[in-house]
């Protein structure tokens, strides 16, 4: 119930955080996900990590590999690139 609370709040702010503009389209983050691992996308999250909004953005390489790339939604910058 806690966490279920905690997880509304946070669903909530993020809600918030995107409709007044302040994190970048999702079409702009899987382009810049899409230069840095070229693939097929399986999967898009949107997380609260320390105050920062992180895209964790899944896909699946011509080589059949899964690797994720971690994007800060506020500005674009790839803060990770790995192997899922």
Same mark, same amino acid.
């Given at each position: !119930?806690?966490?279920?609370?905690?997880?509304? =709040?946070?669903?909530?702010?993020?809600?918030? @955080?995107?409709? =007044?503009?302040?994190?970048?389209?999702? !079409? =702009?983050?899987?382009?810049?996900?899409? $230069? $840095?691992?070229?693939?097929?996308?399986?999967?898009?999250?949107?997380? !609260?990590?320390?105050?920062?909004?992180?895209?964790?953005?899944?896909?699946? @390489?011509? !080589?059949? =590999?899964?690797?994720?790339?971690?994007?800060?939604?506020?500005?674009? @910058?790839?803060?990770?690139?790995?192997?899922?």
């Amino acid at each position: !119930s806690d966490d279920k609370a905690k997880h509304a =709040r946070e669903h909530e702010e993020i809600r918030a @955080t995107m409709q =007044r503009g302040e994190v970048l389209p999702l !079409s =702009r983050i899987l382009e810049i996900a899409q $230069q $840095q691992v070229p693939g097929d996308v399986i999967e898009v999250e949107l997380e !609260s990590k320390r105050g920062a909004l992180i895209y964790e953005i899944k896909v699946l @390489t011509e !080589s059949g =590999r899964v690797r994720e790339v971690k994007i800060d939604a506020r500005n674009g @910058t790839v803060l990770e690139i790995e192997d899922d």
